[in-house]
Every structure is written in C-alpha cells, then in structure tokens.
C-alpha cells in the first residue's frame, strides 16, 4: 500500500477512530514493543457462544468481545482517546467484524469453557497510536474503493460533458497524487460511446441494477463521483486592475455514490475565483482552487503532506461503515417457515462478518431477508457455502450480484 495512501486515510479516520480488522484462528498473547502507559491498561472478559462445539470461532469471539470491552472502558479516559470515540458507532461496526489492533501487548489471563458458552480475559494495553496499523487492515479486508468521475462542466455557458472534463482530470490528478486509484479515463470514455444509457443514469447519479453490473463488473468502480462545475465571467470586477485581466468564478457541486448500494457517501458544494490573462487558464484556474481546499478534496501542506478535505473525509469514513455493515438482500428458496427461521438464526450466530439478519417476508417456502455483512457479497456467498454444512444445511448459489445473492436451500436431517 502506498505510503501516501496511508496518510490519507489517517486523516480521514483518526477522528473517527478506527479498530482493525482480520480473523484470528490461533490466538494466545500478542506483544509489541514501545513504552507502556499504565493509564491504558486494563482488563476485560469477553463471552461467546459455542456452535456445533467448534471452541476455536468461540475463542475467537470471546477475544474480540473482550477487546471491544476494554477499548470501551479505555478510550476517553484521555484527550487523544476522546477524539477518537467521537464517532463510536464507527468503531462497534468495526469491532463486530472481529476486529482488533487497537490493544497492544495482550495476554489472556483466564479462559474457560461452561455449558454452551466460551469465556476469555485479557489483559491489554489500549494504544490509540496504533491507528496507522488499524487502518491498513481495515483497507486490506474490506477494499479501498476504486473510483469514476463524470462532472457535467459548463464554461461560460459551453458544455463539456462527462469523460474528459477539467474537472475530472484536476479531481483524479488531485487524488491521484495521494494514492487514490480511478477507472482509466480512456475506459470511460469508450463505455460512454458503447453504452450510452446506461452511462447517463450514472452521470445522473441513478445506481440502479444496470449502472452496478456496467460498472463492478466491467470497471471495479466502487464509488462514483457525479455532479457539475460551471464557471461564470467576472471580468468586469477587473476594469479598475486590469482591462486584459480576465476573472473566472467556480461553481462545484458534487455528489458521491456507493456503487454497491446506490447510497449518497457525500456531497458538497464549493466555490472560488481565479485570475488570468487567459480566459480558459482563469477557468481550470477557478477549477482547481475550489477543488484543491479543505472544503473539497483537500491540498498539500508546506511539508508535501496530503491533509485531506472534508469531502473526501466524508466519502473514507462513509464506504468504510458501508464496507463494514453493507446491506445485502438475500433470496432464499426450499425452506419452510420454521427451517428458515433456523436458517436465520443459524446465518446471525455462526458466520463470521454476520451483524443481524432481518426477516422481510415468506410465501410457501421462497423467503426474503437482509443481512447486515461485514464484506462483499461474494464474501458472504463463500462464508455460506464453506459454513452452511455445520449448520446443518446444504444450500446452493444461483445467482450473486453486487448487494443480492439467490440460493437454493435443504436442511439435512
């Protein structure tokens, strides 16, 4: 990953506060070095049920309930922690998709099974420092997305449409620089020219079945930025300056979709002047200036460090709580009412990534639910087929789609 990406993501995360992610199959203690601040320390005792006697998954749970726990008791007892927890709501999604990172030199101190349920304590310093580790592993299991631009310009009053605009090229050199990756723009412009209906709902910002299938399938966009940019002549504010001064006004409105889901992640609306003799140099001068701001996509600082804008921010931390609690619509056909809600039951408690399963509806034995996954939806597809066994199912895939899978389902007697 590269070093310029990292830091941009930690500009964007480090006030949300961040626990990183990864199964662990084989866990004892884990010690790492650097000073102790004994503020941090602590202990907890984390619980978890053991399905079809399979200690290891509950050990494994019973640890990160104990981490969860302790980052709980820890963080906000200091100034850094406190900024932190500010958006706490970031960090249980995170936990709940068997997190840790955030608690450094852990040992478990006791360990014990009794009746159906699992229980470990352990001892461990919180270490909020740790959030550049944290968040290279938040972005290695749960994908940095990948994005595409199409920005409707307009400068004075001629348009320029979406695939090679301006703006598009400043916001991917902008981004480009500190690490983000897009969908080559040669690419784009062919799939505009191919398929042009389905482009233009993207363009409007309409993520429908169609516009995830073009751009998943075909591109691996994840995220799409959309919106418009038009400048407007000011010149006349020059006359007292200059007569061959030329003034440009940039008007920016943008707007991020998660491809996935068809979600807003951001939006935003920005504006600046800029000065030239040359009328189109004043535009894409605007451009970048409304652009290139803490308000937008951000800028480097005299140190040639990336610091992030608020736009940007908005898009890293809303794909990751995405990433981290997506939404995936779930078909399930040959299950009668009480063997899928088994089923259910079965998909919330024994599948790793699994937060909540929601129930939305049955008829004879075709039913529909939504599961709330940390993960793609091919990630759930694998963790159903490699897991539905034990539970005492043989299930089939039939169809995966970006938010959807269809399945057949038995239960084994």
Same mark, same amino acid.
């Given at each position: ?51 079809d006697g399979d200690r290891a998954l509950a050990r494994d749970r019973a640890i990160d309930d104990a981490m969860n726990k302790l980052v709980k008791t820890k963080l906000g007892t200091t100034v850094e922690g406190r900024s932190l927890v500010q958006d706490f709501a970031l960090v249980e999604s995170i936990v709940e998709a068997k997190s840790t990172g955030m608690v450094k030199n852990w040992t478990v101190v006791k360990e014990y099974a009794e009746s159906d349920a699992y229980f470990v304590t352990i001892k461990g310093e919180v270490y909020p420092a740790a959030v550049n580790e944290t968040i290279e ?18 400068? @004075? ?56 299938? &073009?751009? &998943? ?29 030329? =003034? ?16 807003? &992640? ?36 005299? @140190? ?83 897991? =539905? ?25």
């Open positions: 990953m590269k070093k310029q990406f990292v830091i941009v993501i930690i500009a964007v995360l480090f006030a949300a506060g961040a626990i990183s992610c990864g199964g662990r199959s084989q866990r004892g203690s884990r010690a790492t070095t650097g000073p102790v601040n004994q503020e941090m320390v602590g202990e907890a005792t984390g619980i978890a049920t053991i399905f592993a938040t972005i290695r299991n749960y994908g940095r997305p990948k994005f595409m631009v199409l920005v409707k310009e307009t400068f @004075d009053g001629a348009q320029n449409m979406p695939g090679e605009t301006v703006t598009e090229h400043t916001m991917m050199d902008i981004m480009g620089n500190a690490g983000f990756e897009f969908v080559d723009a040669a690419m784009t412009q062919q799939l505009l020219k191919k398929d042009r209906r389905t482009m233009t709902q993207a363009i409007d910002g309409k993520v429908n079945e169609s516009v995830q299938e &073009l751009l &998943l399938d075909d591109l691996g966009a994840e995220v799409i930025i959309v919106g418009t940019a038009k400048t407007t002549d000011q010149s006349a504010v020059m006359r007292g300056y200059s007569q061959n001064m030329k =003034s440009k006004q940039a008007n920016i409105v943008l707007k991020a979709i998660d491809v996935y889901t068809g979600r807003i &992640l951001a939006s935003k609306v920005n504006n600046a002047p800029a000065v030239h003799i040359d009328a189109d140099t004043a535009s894409k001068n605007a451009i970048m200036n409304a652009l290139a701001s803490k308000n937008m996509l951000g800028r480097k600082d005299e @140190d040639e460090k990336f610091i992030s804008g608020d736009f940007m921010n908005q898009i890293t931390r809303q794909f990751l709580k995405s990433a981290t609690g997506r939404m995936i619509m779930m078909t399930v056909a040959g299950l009668n009412f009480n063997d899928m809600t088994k089923f259910r039951d079965a998909l919330q408690g024994r599948v790793r990534g699994v937060s909540k399963v929601y129930p939305r509806g049955q008829v004879g034995t075709a039913a529909k639910i939504e599961v709330e996954f940390a993960g793609k939806t091919h990630d759930l597809a694998q963790e159903l087929v490699a897991k =539905s066994e034990k539970f005492g199912f043989q299930i089939e895939i039939k169809e995966q789609k970006p938010n959807k899978i269809s399945l057949t389902a038995r239960k084994v007697n």
